[in-house]
């Protein structure tokens, strides 16, 4: 059912399961996943790619390493119309077990029975969608939770929220390779899902690293999603749609669980982030900490390409999609331009969400500052950096964003949002000889574009202040964030499973 890209045949020392990241989607997790596999050429790794569809994907965006023996590709909402027909429903009792996601109070004694093979043998996803013993459960289950919203939403709810697991259960058990040692999952959800179910099948073990945590990321999409609700027009009828929302809120919430409960061990980038892992069900044993790292050796040499004055450039590097909040960016860029002759950067494809690239893209327009804001898609960041006053970086979300751990190695100071571990990076955290090292740059509130807009004014206009940032910002990567630690610290995990 997937597309299968490499296969050189031996054995998978380390199978990543990349859900829209790795090699498709440049960037962030993606980058990260490339850098282990790079920096460890002594072991062989496999990647399990899980998309959307084939035509959301542009082509690998990655040179891939020799030391990459294996690569499929499997689109979860592919169309293949009729692939049902002529097939034979069954009629099962255990559908009624799905139930155990939306109930509250049931999960935490099903879930062992819907994360695994016999489960869907049992049920297949044709009996989901189309026997009779499913559509029962879907009615009953509406009664049960008190859904307020017409049915035929809810009941195309229903469908979305549990066909994904049937796809990923179906390339679980065609899945031809058992010669895994370690199974690594950067993300819970369906990504997280898939791991659980070879891992519990197979008997291979299998861990999680978690880079913003991916129940809370999730919850923030939902919450602000403008596909959940009414799927016909002529329901004139209005209606709350947050029932529809906690739903899948509640889905995304137990896929978590199932990673968590199933994974020898879970792995974050800072504390915060692994304290909110046991907030959303992870046992507190299983978790720890590894931050990123970067080539800082390599990347401190672009320092010496920077012109003697700062640059009038504030750089945003990432995704063009609504996490990363890139209108509150053009918005301080707006209010900058009213008192210094400044230009904005955005370093990034737009191809993930077009519509909201499209949405900035006419901010711009309307806030008159479509000469200040330049798009430049995709760049090496060699070529960004140097011409870089300032970097930005303004999500909603995040974990250890490795562009603020570049920046810093590269000699820019850097100004954020509170998210994930910015705060720790750019004041100190780790320790107390971490905050003596000083203040890399500023940190302002989520949503606020006055806030951006003046510690970008503060950057760029008090040359003092700007140096001891860079100053503080390249000590802080050299002494604590290094990549050559963060191999050497996932190496040591590795090692404790693929050689047993």
Partial sequence: MGVRIIDKGGNIDVLFIAEGTYPYIKGGVSTWIHQIINGMKDINFGVLFLGSRPEDYKGIGYELPDNLVYLEAIYLFEDKKGDWLGKRVKESEKVRLLGAFLEDGKFENAWQEVTNFNFFREVSYEDFLYSR?????????????????????????????????????????????????????????????????????????????????????????????????????????????????????????NLGKISYYQAEKVFSLFEEARKQQISWGCPPHKTEVIPNGVDVDRLSKLVEKRPKEVPKVVSFI??????????????????????????????????????????????????????????????????????????????????????????????????????????????????????????????????????????????????????????AGLERVNRFYRFDQFIENYRKVYMQYIRK
């Fill in 133 to 253: 013993q499913s559509w029962e459960f879907i009615e009953e289950l509406y009664e049960s939770i008190g859904m307020d919203v017409p049915f035929v939403d809810y009941f195309w709810t229903m469908r979305n929220l549990f066909a994904p697991l049937f796809k990923v259960a179906e390339l679980a058990m065609s899945i031809e390779r058992k010669d895994i040692g370690l199974i690594h999952s950067p993300s819970t959800g369906y990504a997280g899902f898939l791991g659980s179910l070879i891992s519990k099948e197979y008997g291979i073990p299998f861990i999680v690293t978690e880079h913003g945590i991916y129940t809370k990321e999730r919850k923030i999409d939902i919450l602000n999603a403008k596909w959940v609700g009414v799927q016909y027009k002529y329901l004139q009828k209005k209606y709350d749609i947050d029932a529809l929302k906690k739903l899948w809120i509640k889905m995304f919430v």
């Fill in 318 to 471: 990432g995704r063009v999609v609504a996490i990363k909040d890139v209108k509150t960016f053009i918005k301080a860029i707006a209010l900058l331009s009213q008192k210094l002759d400044v230009e904005g950067w955005i370093v990034g494809p737009e191809d993930e969400e077009p519509e909201y690239a499209r949405e900035c893209r006419e901010l711009a327009e309307i806030l008159k500052v479509e000469d200040k804001i330049k798009f430049l898609g995709f760049r090496n960041i060699a070529d960004i950096f140097p011409k870089t006053g300032v970097f930005t970086l303004t999500s909603i979300s995040e974990g250890m964003p490795m562009t603020v751990l570049e920046a810093m190695a590269s000699g820019v100071p850097c100004v954020t949002t509170d998210v994930g571990s910015c705060r720790q990076l750019i004041y100190g955290g780790l320790n107390e000889e971490d905050i003596a090292i000083g203040q890399a740059g500023i940190v302002t509130p989520v949503g606020n574009a006055r806030a951006l807009a003046d510690a970008y004014y503060k950057l760029l206009t008090d040359e003092n202040f700007w140096k001891k940032c860079q100053k």
